[in-house]
T-cell receptor, first 112, second 109 residues
Framework: EPEVTQTPSHQVTQMGQEVILRCVPI?????FYWYRQILGQKVEFLVS????????KSEIFDDQFSVERPDGSNFTLKIRSTKLEDSAMYFC??????????FGQGTRLTVV | KNEVEQSPQNLTAQEGEFITINCSYS?????LHWLQQHPGGGIVSLFM?????KKHGRLIATINIQEKHSSLHITASHPRDSAVYIC???????????WGAGTKLIIKP
């Protein structure tokens, strides 16, 4: 069964460093999403991406965040200058329609 | 006020019991998702509903659009069903999923 693959599974980074979280969506899926879950809290929407541009973003997704599809297959989330409060589990999701969602296993980001 | 409310927050049951987890929402939705989050954190999509009822193995999900309520049922529960179950609502004309807080389910042998 096709699946969404996220790498790395766990990343530790120093505050102020840039991180790139990578996602390989299911082939032929056109809608892409990033969510995050701070430990012990609800999952939160970050951004949606369709047709090579951001469709919608939340208040969390400020100028420190960016997304792109660098090569037509990978879907990345970049955090330019990480803060301690960016520590969370980050989930990538994709779908063929804007109501579907197939999730990756997540990347646990720890900012120290 | 939370737009998506789940109950109960925690549920412990014996193996074999019939389990019901409830989800209420206060906004217009285009679809409602039920998801399972394992202890390691990974999320698996179980169902996506916009009306009626869906069944997959021992799992059944129902939604009542008029009452803005959905339920997830597990028949013949098993310890491997232990996980956090989350409902998430996709708003009308919107790409966001609004997530419930989750129900932590423990099934004892």
């Amino acid at each position: 069964e096709p699946e969404v693959t996220q790498t790395p599974s766990h990343q530790v980074t120093q505050m102020g460093q840039e991180v790139i979280l990578r996602c390989v969506p299911i082939s032929n899926h056109l809608y892409f999403y990033w969510y995050r879950q701070i430990l012990g809290q609800k999952v939160e929407f970050l951004v949606s991406f369709y047709n090579n541009e951001i469709s919608e973003k939340s208040e969390i997704f400020d100028d420190q965040f960016s997304v792109e599809r660098p090569d037509g297959s990978n879907f990345t989330l970049k955090i330019r200058s990480t803060k301690l409060e960016d520590s969370a589990m980050y989930f990538c999701a994709c779908g063929r329609a804007n109501t579907e969602a197939f999730f990756g296993q997540g990347t646990r980001l720890t900012v120290v | 006020k939370n737009e998506v409310e789940q109950s109960p927050q925690n549920l412990t049951a014996q193996e074999g019991e019939f389990i019901t987890i409830n989800c209420s929402y206060s906004v217009g939705i285009s679809a409602l998702h039920w998801l399972q989050q394992h202890p390691g954190g990974g999320i698996v999509s179980l169902f996506m509903l916009s009306s009626g009822k869906k069944k997959h193995g021992r799992l059944i999900a129902t939604i009542n659009i008029q009452e803005k309520h959905s339920s997830l049922h597990i028949t013949a529960s098993h310890p491997r069903d232990s996980a956090v179950y989350i409902c998430a609502a996709r708003l009308d004309s919107n790409y966001q999923l609004i997530w419930g807080a989750g129900t932590k389910l423990i099934i004892k042998p």
